[in-house]
Antibody, heavy 118, light 110 residues
Framework: QVQLQESGPRLVKPSETLSLTCTVS????????WSWVRQPPGKGLEWIGY???????NYNPSLKSRVTISLDTSKNQFSLKLSSVTAADTAVYYC????????????WGQGTMVTVSS | QSALTQPASVSGSPGQSITISCTGT?????????VSWYQHHPGKAPKLMIY???NRPSGVSHRFSGSKSGNTASLTISGLQAEDEADYFC??????????FGGGTKLTVL
């Protein structure tokens, strides 16, 4: 079964760009939708967006101006870039597959905590 | 504040049944059957337990079941086991095409 693992810096300075990578194992990235979800401390989960294997994307309107999700098929990875971060972007970030036919996130990574602080 | 409302915590003894609710609106839970439930043991990857209101993925125990009435979806766990102790959260498709999440419910097995 497909497995996902997030990686990237755990600490990002305010106003900089948060960059995370999700490595896909036991499956090909050349199918499905690939998504990012986050959970700030003490708060609920928030969908960030997804990228389709074709490269098309869909983002949460509240984050759209700052988010880029892209694929690297040569490395079987997809990535998240969130620009101009503030303390409000401190969260556990999860990557997940999105089963578009049934609008459900079927496989998740363990998540990685990213703190925005100077 | 999450878009979908769940109780912060529920508890039950081994062998008992518990139900976790997920209340939305006529723009999400009430409008679509795209309601899913996830089990999350802290520090591990969330696991899909129910999709499309009441469907179980392969490998998920029959002790887990889902239902929906109006704007509220429910997850029922029967025959509680110690290993069921975890956080549970729901998601729903919405009229804005962006999925929304519940705030999560901590299940304690007494």
């Amino acid at each position: 079964q497909v497995q996902l693992q997030e990686s990237g810096p755990r600490l990002v300075k305010p106003s900089e760009t948060l960059s995370l990578t999700c490595t896909v194992s036991h499956g090909s990235i050349s199918s499905y939708y690939w998504s990012w979800v986050r959970q700030p401390p003490g708060k609920g989960l928030e969908w960030i967006g997804y990228v389709y294997y074709s490269g098309s994307t869909n983002y949460n309107p509240s984050l759209k101006s700052r988010v880029t999700i892209s694929l690297d098929t040569s490395k079987n990875q997809f990535s998240l870039k969130l620009s101009s971060v503030t303390a409000a972007d401190t969260a556990v970030y999860y990557c997940a597959t999105f089963w578009s036919l049934l609008n459900t996130f079927d496989i998740w990574g363990q998540g990685t905590m990213v703190t925005v602080s100077s | 504040q999450s878009a979908l409302t769940q109780p912060a915590s529920v508890s039950g003894s081994p062998g008992q049944s518990i139900t976790i609710s997920c209340t939305g609106t006529s723009s999400d839970v009430g409008a679509y059957n795209y309601v899913s439930w996830y089990q999350h043991h802290p520090g591990k990857a969330p696991k899909l337990m129910i999709y499309y209101v009441s469907n179980r993925p392969s490998g998920v125990s029959h002790r887990f079941s889902g239902s929906k009435s109006g704007n509220t979806a429910s997850l029922t766990i029967s025959g509680l086991q110690a290993e069921d102790e975890a956080d549970y959260f729901c998601t729903s498709y919405t009229s804005s095409s962006a999925p929304s999440f519940g705030g999560g419910t901590k299940l304690t097995v007494l």
